[in-house]
């Protein structure tokens, strides 16, 4: 069943816009309004290093940057920044955000729908991924459990 209320699809990002302020969700997906600041400058300096598509190979693990993302089941289109792919082909996805390490409920909400992407792209399960923090080059492990799926369809529908 997909649970989009329309046939555009939804930016993944903007589930993590939502999450943080569904005004701002609406002002940059809805009306196209987006001012740059010292925050968002930071953000895109980091992105910078893996936005551009590409793979690579560190031991037995396949490494994607800027993999394309859909989910045909809830109408999510979006990019990860790097999905690492084990030996058996399964998924793990890590999404770069500027900043030390700390948890945000939409930093989380954003790689469960990665997450839910991948799972329907490859057809094996993603338990977990990661958010790397850059200032502090450290990860934080998120388990993509029932609650963060669950969230994810919930703010969907809003969205």
Same mark, same amino acid.
């Given at each position: 069943?997909?649970?989009?209320?329309?046939?555009?699809?939804?930016?993944?990002?903007?589930?993590?816009?939502?999450?943080? !302020?569904?005004?701002? *969700?609406? +002002?940059?997906?809805?009306?196209?309004?987006?001012?740059?600041?010292?925050?968002?400058?930071?953000?895109?300096?980091?992105?910078?290093?893996?936005?551009?598509?590409?793979?690579?190979?560190?031991?037995?693990?396949?490494?994607?940057?800027?993999?394309?993302?859909? *989910?045909?089941?809830?109408?999510?289109?979006?990019?990860?920044?790097?999905?690492?792919?084990?030996?058996?082909?399964?998924?793990?996805?890590?999404?770069?955000?500027?900043?030390?390490?700390?948890?945000?409920?939409?930093?989380? +909400?954003?790689?469960?729908?990665?997450?839910? !992407?991948?799972?329907?792209?490859?057809?094996?399960?993603?338990?977990?991924?990661?958010?790397?923090?850059?200032?502090?080059?450290?990860?934080?492990?998120?388990?993509?459990?029932?609650?963060?799926?669950?969230?994810?369809?919930?703010?969907?529908?809003?969205?």
């Amino acid at each position: 069943m997909n649970l989009a209320v329309s046939d555009d699809p939804i930016p993944i990002s903007a589930l993590q816009h939502w999450s943080y !302020c569904p005004r701002q *969700c609406a +002002l940059i997906h809805v009306e196209q309004v987006f001012a740059n600041n010292v925050h968002t400058a930071r953000g895109n300096a980091v992105h910078a290093q893996v936005d551009e598509p590409g793979a690579e190979r560190k031991g037995t693990v396949r490494i994607e940057r800027a993999m394309p993302l859909f *989910c045909d089941r809830l109408g999510l289109v979006g990019k990860a920044d790097l999905v690492e792919f084990s030996v058996d082909g399964l998924a793990y996805p890590v999404e770069y955000k500027h900043g030390p390490r700390r948890q945000h409920r939409h930093d989380d +909400l954003q790689l469960a729908a990665q997450a839910l !992407c991948l799972e329907e792209m490859t057809g094996k399960p993603v338990p977990a991924g990661a958010i790397f923090h850059f200032s502090s080059r450290r990860r934080r492990e998120v388990e993509i459990g029932t609650v963060l799926r669950e969230a994810v369809a919930t703010v969907v529908q809003a969205v």
